[in-house]
């Protein structure tokens, strides 16, 4: 890092001088790029969530709490688990990779289970209490037969969901309306299962865990059952029906299963703390150990993911790569913390989630410190850019102010370099393409995580413009006593502008005939715009005004003392220059390409207002014990209902008397807490007075019958009033 703070300035790296030279010259130089070189297989944290210099609404600090399960959605999103230990529920958050990042909450109130979350068909999959939920974050599960444009599509649809044997001879409408019958009663079978985001299996069965499979599958495990199963989904154009069928059963020993991955036909697997990996077409599983003494790689991994051949697991506050029977600390190796930064400097609190992108973009949920972060090794392909860029100012001479210019490079020199960068960002476009699955012809922008289609376009302008400058310089060389040296220098934009400025100062529409009179004076005109000079003027002595000899009103002259002067040394005034240049300065408010920054005159550098995080870790047994009393309280609810259906009902007695007992029973009565001496003691019914007012909440003694009983408003109103 110091050696970076030597080679760069603040404003070099700030994202508000895109149009300056010297940030450009700054980040291609030379030895910047020679020591970015010399890392280019580090790991660096970058933090996405909160974002620490620019504050938004939708991505500040503090705004989610404890983020637990991560995956990526799709192109340039991900998707999040968010755990609130008020509502003890989880959000669901989409988290669209922008700079900064911004996020969104697409569903609120979940009653989760377990620590994986996967994302298959733009449909976010998770565990639930009872079942496997879904949301449907892009709404293609709703079906409308209004989106069946054509007869082609409507006969689809209908061959693949209701029949087979579709008659081609009907309507487009007639179609629509089958269509349009077949989801209504879809809808009515999903409502009367409660299903609406859930995901029906053939049959019933409860899941802790769950990662992606291959295709449409999904791999789940029970520690229930103490099981994994392979489920296939299908849509039904209401909801998600699925098939599970026994993958392979527990090891002896494995108590709680908490993460999972596939690559390929390995399955690793993260239970009780270690990492194991399941090879199903072999029905092999073996623990991964490292070592002369054989040990297992982890004992404390909460979850696994597969990046390019190797295992990378979360472990206490740090993330770790197992490749090639070595570990490696990816992030975290400083300790517990926040701190972005390479892997020997960053800080990780609880690193819980993970997930990975085209097989070398790591996302990972911090859930102490509230954060999303990115974990990669971007300086390979950051230099092979500056390399590029740095190509084309050299191409036109490109320099900094004061700086010694070198020998400017030919014409031909020139083209080469263009068509270089050129070639560069081409390959750059088409590879974003194939590993997004666009289409050849397609234009890219910057969601797409490469050049936009407008800077392409501008370079092939350049390419095109420079060699029809070289072919019209060929042809006039041939002309005898013509010899022409072209410094490319003088086509930048800015020299051309000025020129072209001047020429429009008498008219600002002439003929070719006019244009060539008046060149040569403009270019004079623009030489002295963009160079220093110097004018003296000499007033004639008749030109001044005579001073007046009467009427003027002479003023008291009064001497208002002036401050002390304060002096420097020459030590503090270069530390103050060695600051400013380090951490930056207060610039004035710039207008961008239409685009304002977010500084405003007068505050202090942006790092100044950073404050450190504070640290929350999230107890991962809350989420666990939370889902064991839900299963406890189902359990005792059902049995609860079976003893009111069989132990309630007295058959020697009346209808109309047992239904009066049970209103009796139901009824709130303070003589159900009484002793048998009657309840006469003051000091006991001010003691339940006082605990029933604590909070009312507070369940009372259930009933005869089995039935829990709580405080409602009257009943707190008549305890209030002294009963």
Same mark, same amino acid.
């Given at each position: ?325 070595? %570990?490696?600390?990816? !992030?975290?190796?400083? *300790?517990?913390?926040? #701190?972005?930064? /390479?892997? $020997?400097?960053?800080? +990780? ?123 019209? %310089?060929?042809?006039? !060389?041939?002309?005898? *006593?013509?010899?022409? #040296?072209?410094? /490319?220098? $003088?086509?930048?934009? +800015? ?140 359990? $005792? ?87």
């Amino acid at each position: 890092m110091e050696t970076l703070h030597r080679l760069l300035t603040a404003e070099s790296v700030r994202n508000k001088h895109r149009m300056a030279v010297e940030p450009l010259v700054e980040l291609t130089s030379k030895k910047l790029l020679d020591y970015l070189m010399s890392m280019k297989d580090a790991f660096i944290t970058m933090s996405l969530l909160p974002y620490r210099y620019r504050i938004s609404e939708s991505n500040k600090r503090g705004l989610y709490e404890h983020p637990f399960a991560i995956c990526v959605a799709g192109t340039g999103k991900l998707v999040f688990l968010n755990w609130n230990s008020k509502t003890k529920s989880s959000n669901l958050v989409q988290l669209r990779l922008h700079s900064p990042a911004d996020s969104t909450v697409l569903q609120r109130n979940l009653e989760t289970n377990g620590l994986s979350l996967c994302y298959m068909n733009v449909v976010a999959l998770f565990c639930g209490q009872k079942e496997i939920l879904f949301v449907d974050i892009e709404g293609t599960t709703k079906v409308t037969p209004t989106q069946f444009k054509t007869k082609a599509s409507a006969i689809a649809f209908f061959q693949q969901h209701i029949d087979s044997d579709c008659n081609a001879g009907s309507t487009l409408k007639v179609l629509q309306a089958k269509i349009q019958n077949y989801l209504e009663k879809k809808r009515t079978v999903h409502k009367k299962l409660g299903s609406i985001g859930i995901v029906i299996l053939n049959e019933e069965r409860r899941f802790t865990c769950l990662c992606q499979g291959n295709g449409d599958m999904i791999v789940t495990a029970s520690n229930h059952e103490r099981a994994f199963y392979l489920i296939a989904t299908t849509f039904d154009g209401v909801g998600i029906l699925g098939t599970a069928t026994l993958m392979t059963t527990y090891l002896t020993g494995w108590l709680d299963v908490t993460g999972m991955a596939l690559s390929g036909d390995n399955l690793a697997i993260c239970a009780d703390g270690k990492i194991y990996v399941h090879v199903p077409s072999q029905k092999a599983t073996r623990l991964i150990v490292v070592g002369p003494n054989m040990l297992p790689i982890s004992n404390k991994a909460t979850s696994v993911a597969w990046v390019a051949g190797g295992l990378l697991y979360c472990e206490d506050h740090c993330l770790k790569l197992y490749y090639s029977g070595e %570990v490696t600390v990816v !992030s975290g190796a400083a *300790g517990k913390g926040d #701190k972005d930064g /390479l892997s $020997s400097q960053s800080k +990780l609190c609880q690193p819980v989630g993970i997930c990975v992108e085209f097989d070398r973009n790591i996302y990972v949920a911090d859930s102490g410190s509230g954060s999303v972060k990115l974990v990669n090794r971007p300086l390979k392909g950051i230099v092979d850019f500056l390399s590029n860029l740095r190509a084309l100012l050299v191409a036109f001479n490109v320099h900094s102010k004061k700086a010694s210019t070198s020998v400017s490079p030919t014409i031909g020199e020139a083209i080469n370099m263009v068509k270089e960068t050129l070639e560069y960002v081409q390959s750059c476009s088409m590879k974003s393409k194939e590993l997004q699955s666009l289409k050849e012809n397609s234009t890219t922008d910057g969601p797409e995580g490469t050049v936009s289609n407008k800077c392409l376009k501008s370079l092939e302008l350049l390419k095109r413009s420079i060699e029809s400058l070289d072919a019209n %310089v060929k042809d006039l !060389s041939t002309k005898p *006593g013509f010899e022409l #040296k072209l410094n /490319l220098e $003088s086509l930048l934009t +800015l020299h051309v502008e000025n020129q072209h400025a001047v020429t429009h100062f008498k008219r600002d529409t002439f003929t070719m005939y006019e244009y060539a009179l008046i060149f040569g004076c403009s270019i004079e005109e623009a030489v002295k715009r963009v160079s220093k000079w110097a004018a003296h003027y000499y007033t004639h002595p008749k030109s001044y005004y005579k001073l007046p000899t009467s009427g003027a009103v002479s003023l008291p002259r009064i001497r208002i003392p002036k401050p002390l002067p304060q002096i420097l040394s020459r030590n503090e005034e270069a530390q103050m220059r060695l600051w400013a240049k380090r951490h930056g300065k207060c610039v004035r408010q710039r207008n961008v390409r239409q685009d304002n920054t977010k500084d405003r005159a007068g505050t202090l550098p942006i790092n100044l207002y950073e404050c450190e995080t504070t640290l929350n870790p999230l107890n991962l047994k809350e989420l666990k014990d939370l889902s064991t009393e839900h299963s406890k309280s189902s359990e $005792s609810s059902e049995d609860s209902d079976s003893e009111v259906s069989c132990s309630g009902w007295d058959p020697q007695l009346s209808g109309d008397h047992q239904l009066q007992q049970r209103d009796q029973e139901d009824s709130f009565s303070i003589d159900d807490d009484d002793d048998d001496d009657g309840g006469n003691d003051s000091e006991d019914g001010d003691a339940i007075v006082d605990a029933s007012l604590e909070s009312l909440e507070t369940l009372i003694r259930p009933s005869r019958f089995g039935r829990s009983r709580r405080f409602t408003g009257r009943m707190a109103a008549f305890l209030q009033s002294g009963m």
